[in-house]
């Protein structure tokens, strides 16, 4: 079945850590994949995505993520977190032979001041 | 702001009752999405609209239904309530379907509690 994996669930870094949380996905053809941050109460934001080309894609805030096909792959990263990086991150993926899109679990990301 | 409305923000009722979410698309997004998100399930994707037509159906129960207006707003009703049920229940719309028309925007959400 199609899934979508973030391995860690909560992590907690201090300020100026660097930061990658992990996203795996499983499916086959071609792909779209997207992060999404959720600030405590409230919804969803798009911090990234990759439809095609450069598999380095730089987002909002400092982020980036790196497309690596081979290892099904979409792991995000920042080089220096902030307090105000504290939120839950959700990985998604759209196969474009159904258009299902499925998120990932979620990873709580809690920065120490 | 993404452009995405939700009414309402809040909405408390009691088990086996009936509620109606209401969702509004961005100005010329086709899609409309309506997702549950509860503490131990996560983000649940439950079903997609476009133009009108059911596209594509996740993890929505049987006592839940939705339905896609002409002018493009979208109802999600669950009924038999249980206490189960009680989530954030997000909306959220496309420019249309497949490739870079795929990105969702995504509504504030409707928190639902019951009793």
Partial sequence: AQSVSQHNHHVILSEAASLELGCNYSYGGTVNLFWYVQYPG????????????????????????????????????KPSVQWSDTAEYFCAVISNRDDKIIFGKGTRLHILP | DSGVTQTPKHLITAT?????????????????????????????????????????????????????????????????????????????????????YNEQFFGPGTRLTVL
């Fill in chain 2, 16 to 100: 086996g009752q009936r509620v109606t979410l209401r969702c509004s698309p961005r100005s010329g997004d086709l899609s409309v999405y309506w997702y549950q998100q509860s503490l131990d399930q996560g983000l649940q994707f439950l079903i997609q609209y476009y133009n009108g037509e059911e596209r594509a159906k996740g993890n929505i129960l049987e006592r839940f239904s939705a339905q896609q207006f002409p002018d493009l707003h979208s109802e999600l009703n669950l009924s038999s309530l249980e206490l189960g049920d009680s989530a954030l229940y997000f909306c959220a719309s496309s420019p249309g379907t497949g490739g870079e």
């Fill in chain 1, 42 to 77: 409230q919804h969803l934001q798009l911090l990234l995505k990759y439809f095609s080309g450069d598999p380095l894609v730089k987002g909002i805030k400092g982020f980036e993520a790196e497309f690596i096909k081979s290892k099904f792959s979409f792991n995000l990263r």
